[in-house]
């Protein structure tokens, strides 16, 4: 299994910009999250879903959307990039739950200027 | 606030000897996990421990939890170079989601 993977590693955009960063799991895990994480921070909840379908808003959702069609995908789109998205971002999934064990991608950088 | 908070915010020991780092938080919870990040990748699950249970190991960790204090410890014996990593606490007391500490950097000097 691959098990979450993340697309870019690395993006740089320019303020205004749109783009959407992938993730996607090959372990069935109904549960999947977003999370940003800034120097000095825990990592923050962006949006988060419990299935197909069905997504909802975390800890810091302005700016950012969510869509889960399948079980595997579940990308972030960032409507219009701004300086203050400057993060890293995390994908993760879990089997067990919100609340469980999580499993995390690697990880894209983001660089709003 | 962070609800998990972890102290020190760094850590430098020499291999061989024993890590600790604590994390405390404000309110109750059903479970606390602990997260190792390696610099520049994801997080990585170490261990959950129960609000019911109060130690709990796995290979050269122990972790603690003691919830009148509310509070938790994370020990690595026998440190390695390969130690050299981020710890995170987390615990199930966010809205909707794990609520992550800032974490403990700690360096394993060869």
């Known amino acids: 299994n691959a098990g979450v993977t993340q697309t870019p590693k690395f993006q740089v955009l320019k303020t205004g910009q749109s783009m959407t960063l992938q993730c996607a799991q090959d372990?069935?895990?109904?549960?999947m999250s977003w999370y940003r994480q800034d120097p000095g921070m825990g990592l923050r909840l962006i949006h988060y879903s419990v299935g197909a379908g069905i997504t909802d808003q975390g800890e810091v959702p302005n700016g950012y959307n969510v869509s889960r069609s399948t079980t595997e995908d579940f990308p972030l789109r960032l409507l219009s990039a701004a300086p203050s998205q400057t993060s890293v971002y995390f994908c993760a999934s879990s089997v067990s739950g919100l609340f469980y064990e999580q499993y995390f991608g690697p990880g894209t950088r983001l660089t709003v200027t | 606030s962070q609800q998990g908070e972890e102290d020190p915010q760094a850590l430098s020991i020499q291999e061989g000897e024993n890590a600790t780092m604590n994390c405390s938080y404000k309110t109750s919870i059903n479970n606390l996990q602990w997260y190792r990040q390696n610099s520049g990748r994801g997080l990585v699950h170490l261990i959950l421990i129960r609000s019911n249970e109060r130690e709990k190991h796995s290979g050269r960790l122990r972790v603690t939890l003691d919830t009148s204090k509310k509070s938790s410890s994370l020990l690595i014996t026998a440190s390695r170079a390969a130690d050299t990593a981020s710890y995170f606490c987390a615990t199930d007391t966010g809205r909707r989601a794990l609520t992550f500490g800032s974490g403990t950097r700690l360096q394993v000097q060869p």
């Open positions: 372990m069935n895990h109904e549960y």
